[in-house]
């Protein structure tokens, strides 16, 4: 488009400057959000949101590693035994807790859901326990 007078050059001008500060308006609130989405709280819960989503890889590897360690963690409960009864029963320990972690992953998910939820609302309890700081301490937590 070619300007050929004064007239259209600040019309020009003044739609460009409209322009301007549109993109400008928009460039600040996308960086609030970038900004909101890159804290600490926010990447963790995300991370932990995605991790147990049935279907994906993580959740079976999710599941395999909790079955893993409950069979190691048993292990070292147990201790060795010198036995073949011990032995035979140790191992039978171990793979019962291993499976048994395996299976129930869904339920052991909703309390660790459940636990991640009451550490994150933490705020609440300081302004149920002590409202007369509840300002002070609102500055202090976020």
Do not use: W
């Not at 549109?22 to 970038?34: A, G, K, M, R």
């Not at 459940?114 to 609102?138: C, E, G, R, T, V």
């Amino acid at each position: 488009m070619k300007i050929n007078n004064k007239q259209e050059l600040e019309a020009r001008i003044i739609e460009f400057e409209k322009k301007k500060v549109i993109q400008e308006s928009l460039l600040v609130s996308q960086f609030h959000t970038t900004k909101e989405s890159l804290r600490p709280k926010n990447l963790i819960k995300k991370a932990f949101s995605n991790l147990g989503t049935p279907g994906t890889v993580a959740h079976t590897v999710l599941k395999a590693a909790g079955g893993l360690g409950m069979g190691l963690l048993t292990k070292q409960v147990l201790g060795k035994s010198n036995s073949l009864t011990g032995k035979l029963l140790n191992t039978a320990v171990e793979l019962t807790a291993g499976t048994g972690m395996y299976k129930n992953t869904d339920k052991l998910k909703a309390y660790g859901i459940a636990i991640y939820h009451n550490l994150f609302k933490i705020k609440n309890i300081f302004l149920i326990l002590k409202p007369d700081y509840s300002s002070k301490i609102k500055r202090l937590i976020t």
